[in-house]
């Protein structure tokens, strides 16, 4: 069933939601993006919620769009449907945290960094492989890359295909935390709870006072390639 492409479970104020195509190895397809999306929007009103994680199941984060579905002509509801999606895990209203395992690549990598934090096992491999398949990206990576690791990593990384694992993604700021694998759940689990424990107000009013730091240019950026 597609309710079943993303989980969500809730514990503490903390919902996690997981990619849940393991036997893919997460790879995204429209209608996985329908079921974050309506996850993603459930979240953004629910105040019983203060604090999102995203991960994946079984072995991996998110290998990236699911090029099979795509010839299989499965289509999302509309046409920048799922960059809209990532778009609007960036904005909710609620502090985000990637729990990044096994791989991370393209879209995936996307998802990703629409999150306000990245935590990577050491052994995970984060890349933007775009290049390797003749694409242009077109749900943030021209955006939110540069934002992590500047401007001129973001190319090398862009240009050249380039896998990092956890270790060397935080030593560039890729990430911010990258730890030992079997450390991973109670590290992110541990760091929710720290966000939890704030005030919501004051969480809130950072979300809003750090998004301010974006000009219309920056929107504009990522509307041109939304739409390129």
Partial sequence: MADDLVLRADADGVATLTLNRPDKLNAL??????SLRAHIDAIATDDSVRGVVLTGAGRSFCAGHDLTAIADGEEAPSRHYESETVDALEMLPKPTIAKIKGHCFTGGLELALACDLLVAAASAQLG????QWGLVPVWGMSVRLPERVGVSRAKELMFTSRRLNGDDAAAIGHVAHAV???TVVDFVTA??????????????SDQRLLAARHTRTRHAARLHEARF
Avoid: C, M, Y
């Fill in 191 to 204: 760091r929710a709870t720290a966000i939890v424990q704030h005030s919501a107000v004051l969480t809130r």
């Fill in 29 to 34: 397809t429209p209608k996985v993006f329908v």
């Fill in 180 to 182: 030992v694998d079997e």
């Fill in 128 to 131: 933007d492989t775009h290049g």
